[in-house]
């Protein structure tokens, strides 16, 4: 109501029209709601003269009334509890909208106080009283004679109710405006203004959609919130785990390189052992140590400098590598060391020249080549095979063509040894090396054991 109030003495004021007399007595609702303001007849246009300047000099026309609610004329115009300072102190020409303002400011502070300014609960001062303490200062605060009132309604009263004409809403409208903004549940301009008070307002508007929206910000938060802890952590783990593979990569290496540093110290051992053997003239382990070592390429410098006095030591003319994977290997020397012939298990019988141990021929075996034996005449060559025995021709170094000089002897065993005694009987006798040729010591004496000879086709 007191809205509508102020929205109609807005159009007055809109019109140059000043009511002057504000009070309760003065506004009438009607049966479907409508306000009336009523009684204008202390109203005065503002493009006209003021009525007191019309009768100054001229006696008053009554004496002022002694009620604080009736209306005064005269010097001061108005009722005393709803009356502006400037009003009480015959300020004439500071009267004007803000004057009205003030009456309904009064208006409110009465709605909400439940009392009339500067009047008590069951007192009935006078007029003069009612004017004196307008003129010495403001009623007493709102807050303390109501407890639990609405902030912003405080604010509009105190706003409207200010001593300054200056310091009040400078026009009816915008304390209409202010009004309808507190029942609507907006911003307020006389409580506060700004960002922060449009949202508290909004959020007191809409308490739903806010604290939809409350929610939802609050689960993004914490999902964000979880999401980058997850993040953290598995970058932390990603970063725990490639320290840990660095740190296995690591162990690694040293692991490699413990075991470099072991083999080469244990490399070392056997060079300074093979070097130590050689001094003590044992040559075939020697060159077992010492081969391997060099053909590795570990230390090449050092085993060629050993390997040099192993061979200077021994008067040693050309050596072989000895090749594990081609198993076990016997040898022999023809005539004077012109060529040296060589067969083993692969089932290849090589000859080499004497003095470099270079490949000259080499024929395919049809089987294992267990022992060789050349005649001290150096023409022939006894191969002993898994299968027997056959006699070459060492100056042709093959089979010889005329048949009856290519004799194919078995050796006589028992059925019950097995063949297994062929292999031993064929196999060098203990303490002869099979590198180590056997010229010079004459047929092996198990050559002399009985057989028994067929005549085998000639050869191509």
């Known amino acids: 109501m007191l809205q509508r109030v102020c929205e109609a003495v807005a159009y007055a004021h ?19 709601g409508e306000t009336y303001v009523m009684d204008w007849g202390l109203a005065r246009v503002l493009a006209e003269p003021s009525d007191d300047a019309q009768q100054s000099g001229a006696p ?11 209306t005064r004329a005269g010097d001061v115009i108005g009722t005393p509890v709803y009356m502006a300072p400037e009003q009480a102190l015959g300020h004439v020409d500071w009267v004007g909208a803000a004057t009205d303002v003030y009456a309904i400011g009064a208006m409110l502070y009465h709605l909400l106080a439940g009392a009339m300014p500067y009047v008590a609960a069951g007192e009935t001062p006078s007029g003069d009283a009612i004017i004196e303490c307008l003129r010495q200062g403001p009623p007493p605060p709102i807050a303390d004679l109501a407890t639990r009132l609405p902030a912003k309604l405080i604010a509009i009263c105190e706003r409207a109710m200010a001593r300054d004409p200056a310091a009040r809403y400078p026009a009816m409208q915008a304390l209409a405006d202010d009004l309808r903004a507190f029942l ?6 006389a409580h506060g203004t700004g960002r922060l008070a449009v949202l508290r307002q909004w959020i007191r508007r809409n308490r739903g959609l806010a604290t939809a ?3 939802t910000m609050l689960a993004l938060a914490v999902g964000f919130t979880v999401s980058t802890w997850l993040f953290l952590k598995a970058r932390a783990n990603e970063q725990t785990a490639l320290v840990s593979e660095q740190a296995a990569v690591a162990s690694e290496q040293r692991a490699v390189a413990n075991e470099k540093r072991a083999d080469g110290e244990l490399a070392a051992s056997k060079f300074e052992r093979a070097r130590t053997q050689v001094r003590l003239g044992d040559m075939t382990f020697a060159e077992n140590e010492l081969w391997p070592q060099h053909i590795a390429g570990g230390t090449p ?13 021994n008067r040693c003319l050309a050596s072989i590598h000895r090749d594990a994977t081609l198993g076990r290997r016997c040898i022999g020397v023809i005539g004077a060391g012109e060529l040296v012939v060589m067969g083993g298990q692969d089932a290849w019988l090589r000859f080499l020249d ?3 141990l270079r490949l000259v021929q080499e024929v395919r075996y049809a089987s294992p080549i267990m022992s060789i034996d050349v005649s001290s005449d150096g023409t022939r060559i006894a ?7 056959e006699l070459w021709d060492a100056a042709r170094r093959r089979a010889p063509r005329r048949a009856h000089a290519v004799v194919s002897v078995h050796l006589a065993h028992r059925p019950r040894r097995g063949p297994a005694a062929a292999h031993r009987a064929i196999r060098p006798r203990a303490g002869v090396r099979p590198d180590q040729p056997l010229a010079g010591r004459g047929p092996p004496r198990w050559l002399h054991r009985p057989v028994r000879c067929r005549r085998a086709s000639p050869r191509a």
Do not use: C
């Not at 609507?184 to 301009?189: C, G, L, M």
């Not at 191969?383 to 025995?389: D, R, S």
């Open 184 to 189: 609507e549940v907006r911003v307020v301009a």
């Open 60 to 70: 008053p026309a009554a004496p002022p009334p002694t009620s604080a609610v009736q």
């Open 213 to 215: 929206i409350t929610t």
């Open 383 to 389: 191969l002993g095979t898994t299968t027997g025995i």
């Open 14 to 32: 809109s019109r140059g029209v000043l009511h002057r007399d504000l009070k309760p007595t003065n506004i009438m609702v009607g049966s479907f």
């Open 301 to 313: 410098r050092a085993t060629h400098w050993a390997l040099w006095e192993t061979y200077a030591n």
């Open 354 to 356: 004497g003095r470099t």
